[in-house]
């Protein structure tokens, strides 16, 4: 028996609730930042605005939206019955925003030398959902 073998097992997958009028939104190709400015607890608004950031090689903004991303994610998590651990699924659609914008904060983190963050980052990914680190890399 392996010693450090969780005997509790795993806690249930945490599943975010839609907002089908901000997913709907960015989906018709509403700006990102108009998104996030009606609706600033979806994280999807926030994580396009980090993704489109690094993509113009602005790695502050996009640590800056990415974080704030990923506080609100972190908000409804908890809100959802989510205890700090425990998967994340990146099938479930409305857990994709709060998944991008923690892959982009780890990336906008290295792009700024914070080594040590763009690790947690990644570790704290890839412990969520093993899909979204592979779709997000």
């Known amino acids: ?7 509790l097992g795993e806690p249930p997958a945490t599943r975010l609730p839609d907002l089908p009028d901000a997913r709907e939104a960015l989906a018709s190709g509403t700006d990102p930042a108009e998104v996030a400015a009606r609706f600033p607890v979806h994280s999807a608004a ?6 489109q950031a690094l993509a113009e090689s602005r790695p ?11 506080h609100r994610g972190l908000d409804q998590l908890r809100r959802a019955g989510w205890k700090g651990h425990g ?4 099938e479930h659609e409305p857990n994709r925003g709060f998944l991008r914008a923690l892959a982009a904060l780890g990336k906008a983190a290295a792009a700024i030398g914070e080594d040590e963050e763009a690790e947690r980052c990644s570790a704290f990914l890839a412990d969520s959902s093993a899909e979204a680190a592979r779709e997000l890399a």
């Not at 926030?46 to 993704?51: H, I, S």
């Not at 998967?87 to 990146?90: D, F, S, V």
């Open 1 to 7: 028996m392996d010693p450090h073998q969780n005997l």
């Open 87 to 90: 998967p994340i699924p990146w």
């Open 60 to 70: 502050v903004a996009a640590y800056a939206y990415a974080r704030t991303g990923y």
């Open 46 to 51: 926030w994580a396009a605005l980090a993704e």
